[in-house]
């Protein structure tokens, strides 16, 4: 295998998701404080009613701005003997590289779909314990091929 023959693989986070999410994060968070916010100006028995709801609201919301701030993409680099995984989310970004060594396990995942047919991922699992999933694949035939492939760069084989 030539040292050249390089090949990448893509996890994207769409900017659009981000925005989505991040929106419908904030209007859970904005919507009930503003309509609740009378019920809060003349506190009462009946406030803590309000107040479960407002909190309950709030969760949700601050689950989808953690999504949108924290949720990550991915760009795999595979090259002989090596793969780097260059993690991407709007805090931070970093590389994680795997060597042959490091890989407890390859599988392909299936992932069913009520919408549409189940689609497949190759899953990496570490000796430490992280699992890095591939970008899906409509057929499972082109997962496995994946697997092999990866496998057979990281002489695992």
Not at 26 to 39: G, N, Q, S, Y
Not at 94 to 105: E, F, I, L, R, Y
Request: charged letters at 25%; glycine letters at 8%; one cysteine or more.
């Amino acid at each position: 295998m030539e040292e050249d023959d390089i090949f990448y693989l893509m996890r994207p986070m769409p900017h659009g998701m981000r925005i989505l999410l991040g929106a419908a994060g904030l209007f859970c968070i904005v919507t009930p404080a503003w309509e609740f916010r009378h019920a809060f100006l003349h506190p009462g028995w009946f406030s803590l009613f309000f107040a479960v709801i407002l909190l309950g609201a709030w969760s949700v919301g601050g689950s989808f701005v953690a999504a949108a701030i924290l949720g990550e993409e991915q760009r795999w680099r595979v090259a002989d003997g090596r793969i780097d995984i260059d993690r991407r989310n709007l805090c931070r970004s970093w590389v994680t590289t795997v060597h042959g060594p490091d890989v407890s396990a390859t599988t392909v995942k299936e992932i069913g779909w009520d919408s549409g047919p189940d689609t497949y991922s190759v899953v990496l699992g570490l000796v430490s314990g992280e699992e890095f999933e591939s970008p899906t694949f409509e057929k499972r035939e082109n997962a496995t091929m994946l697997e092999t492939r990866l496998r057979e760069r990281l002489h695992l084989d």
